[in-house]
């Protein structure tokens, strides 16, 4: 890392506010972008998720993909040669943004089947190349319009605070994340969202372009057209859905995903982000689900279901129970599997909208089987369902001679070594809580577990209480024969991890299991995006560093306040919205105490990383303790404590390196680059690997050594 550069001329003197006659216009542009940006961000996330079925590990992907490109774009911005004719170079690169982000979700989802088969699961590496270059454009436009904005107002105020831009683009963000969090996911689809925030970006380019008096042409060819994208956008939104298979018979967003409804031969299936939830033709799964768990108790008088696949209800029905508690996290997946005879009533059905996890924890009742049918654990959040410690809470609600069964995706003939893994991993993990487990190889492979006995002759149990079955009765003893039943037993192998909340063994091996799918290695991106960090941060200053390591922190700490939060209070949208809101509001006053404090910059930049060490180290603590004592309300407290503590640093940081024009890029870029490295390492590497607990030390050792970095310089 080179030492610092100082340039006197250019360090603002103080901090001021509307000081030339465009800056009002100016921050208007700024912060409608803003708030368009980050919208356009998370659409764009959500957008992948659907078409790719992903996971925590996509998403990682497409915020390093997008925090790296706009912090390219950021540093592209040093070539801008600063003419009389800024603001409307301004203006016009804000119509383009405007128009490119309603673009940009329409060619992510038309490139997607052309590019790729339809249905088909895609490989690391052509997801990573699609995320990028289908986000490129904007990101890096994006990134280059913020300190472009910094540029045109220095020409006319060479005083003017680079504090000041980086505050009014926050004020941009954080309106965005809220809107979005709060309002445009409970009331308008993607693209008609981007045309509203849109519509502000181009009044506000309109204002901002007929102050400076650029030309009336000009203005309304750009706006004109930047609109008629916004109207495309609106249009095709709903027949851009209709590729592939199937007829599109409903299409609805809510804020815990995209619902889509479509019929083929006969048949409906009801997809939530693009994976199969449940279908009107899978007798074989109902039956599976429901029998080979219910046989097993004298007399089921009350069940719970987690998630439920068609057909379901009625085979329950057929052990004449008291209660079926149905929980069912998101409304309208319930709404519509009624609506489309997914979901039948059934005497004692109750519906439940809640976390299972949060529910089990907080029910009075116990039941006598409960049958989860949740998809692979192939996220975090499902990840939830699959842990020791939730194996715990499922022990803790059944009464005596209950049952619990769940299953994961099933075989052919032959265990693949992930596969056997993954097996090995959750049978090592329920057996701490469960005296006795029987695994049978069906369509999917099931987990029965109880601590009485259990009897594998399904079909015996089934003629004895004069049940029928249409798929079992005739296919049972052939498909799930002593033979594979024994097979599968053998390949567990007892050395294999357990799956645990804050070791997440599952995750590492789907992230494995992807590679090893496609036959290849994880080790080459992570070598070439490990080699670029090391080449950035020789070539960065010290104060850059820090903000690098700033930035890293801040979004690594942002997944691990989310994944703790969820663990301990379950899935409620809301308040994982609030959070990340949290981590956006904090940098606004930050950056005013950073403005203020920026006289003792070396001390205050130290006292910045000690606070955010003890922030940290209490995560830890968290971790370690379990946690389930603490309010809800400290978690926002030690989100926004993060969030100021780091806004608090840009300031400061900029101040070291004179404030002038290159400094304020690279002090942008090196915020942005540091939060692509730590959206990829602590989600695809430190927690997958490692833990949760390693993955807070990790960052604690990363502002170590920027404590460090700053001393050495500052001697």
Known sequence: MRGKKKSSRSRPTRFNILKSPNEKAIHRVVIATGISSIVTQLYTIREFLTLFEGNEFIIALIIFNWLLLGGIGTLLARRYPGSNHGIDQLGKITFVLAGLSPLQIILIRYLRDILFVHGSSVGFYPTFYYTFFTS???????????????????????????????????????????????????????????????????????????????????????????????????????????????????????????????????GVTLFEDGIPVSSSENLIMAEEAVHYALCQTDSPGDVLVIASVSGMMEEIDKYGPDTIDYIQLDP???????????????????????????????????????????????????????????????????????????????????????????????????????????????????????????????????????????YISGYFAGNITRDRIGYLSDSIESSTPVNSD???????????????????????????????????????????????????????????????????????????????????????PGAFLGQRLRGMSPRVLILADLSLII?????????????????????????????????????????????????????????????????????SVLIPYLGLVWAALGLIMLKTASIIVVRSSHD
């Not at 007929?210 to 004109?224: E, L, Q």
């Not at 603490?630 to 806004?647: D, Q, T």
């Not at 940081?653 to 004179?658: K, Y």
């Open 136 to 266: 490129s454009p904007y990101a890096l436009l994006i990134g280059f319009v913020l300190p472009l904005s910094l540029f045109v107002q220095r020409a006319e105020n060479p005083g003017y605070s680079g504090t000041t831009m980086y505050i009014v683009d926050n004020i941009g963000d954080v309106t965005g994340g809220a809107v979005f969090s709060f309002a445009f996911v409970y009331i308008l689809t993607p693209l008609k969202a981007l045309f509203f925030t849109n519509l502000i970006v181009i009044v506000a380019a309109c204002l901002m372009m007929r102050r400076a008096r650029a030309g009336r042409c000009s203005i309304v060819i750009f706006a004109v057209v930047s609109l008629a994208a916004n109207a495309l956008g609106v249009l095709v939104e709903r027949p851009s859905l209709s590729t592939g298979e199937g007829e599109l018979v409903h299409y609805e967003e809510t804020f815990f995903g995209r619902l889509v409804v479509k019929k083929s031969s006969g």
């Open 332 to 470: 309208a997946v319930s709404t519509l599997e009624f609506r489309f005879s997914l979901l039948k009533e059934v005497p004692g059905l109750r519906v439940i909208h809640q976390d299972a996890r949060a529910y089990l924890q907080g029910a009075d009742k116990t039941y006598d089987a409960i049958i989860m049918n949740l998809p692979e654990p192939e996220t975090f959040q499902v990840n939830r369902f699959f842990t020791d410690e939730f194996f715990a809470i499922a022990k803790a609600g059944l009464r005596p001679g209950g049952v619990f069964s769940f299953s994961i995706n099933g075989y052919d003939n032959y265990l693949g070594e992930s596969q056997r893994l993954k097996i090995s991993s959750l049978y090592n993990t329920v057996q701490r809580h469960f005296d006795h487990i029987s695994m049978l190889p069906g369509q999917k492979t099931f987990f029965i577990c109880r601590d009485s006995p259990i009897n594998e002759d399904i079909t015996d149990l089934l003629r004895k209480r004069n049940i029928t079955t249409s």
């Open 502 to 588: 804050t070791a997440p063994y599952m995750m590492r091996l789907v992230f494995a299991q992807w590679f090893e799918q496609y036959q290849t290695s994880p080790v080459w991106f992570f070598s070439c995006a490990g080699l670029f960090f090391i080449i950035y941060c020789f070539f960065i200053t010290k104060e850059e560093f820090v903000l690098f390591s700033t930035g890293a922190t801040l979004m690594g700490s942002e997944i691990l306040v989310i994944f703790i939060f969820q663990i301990l209070f379950g899935y409620i949208y809301l308040k994982v919205g609030m959070i990340v809101t949290v981590f956006l509001a904090g940098l606004l």
């Open 615 to 683: 922030l940290l180290a209490f995560i830890v603590l968290v971790l370690e303790i379990g946690g389930h004592g603490f309010p809800e309300l400290l978690f926002y407290a030690v989100a926004f404590a993060i969030s100021v503590l780091s806004g608090l640093q840009f300031p400061v940081a900029l101040f070291l390196r004179g404030g002038d024009n290159p400094a304020a890029v690279r002090t942008f870029s090196a915020d942005l680059v540091g939060a692509a490295f730590g959206a990829v390492i602590v989600s």
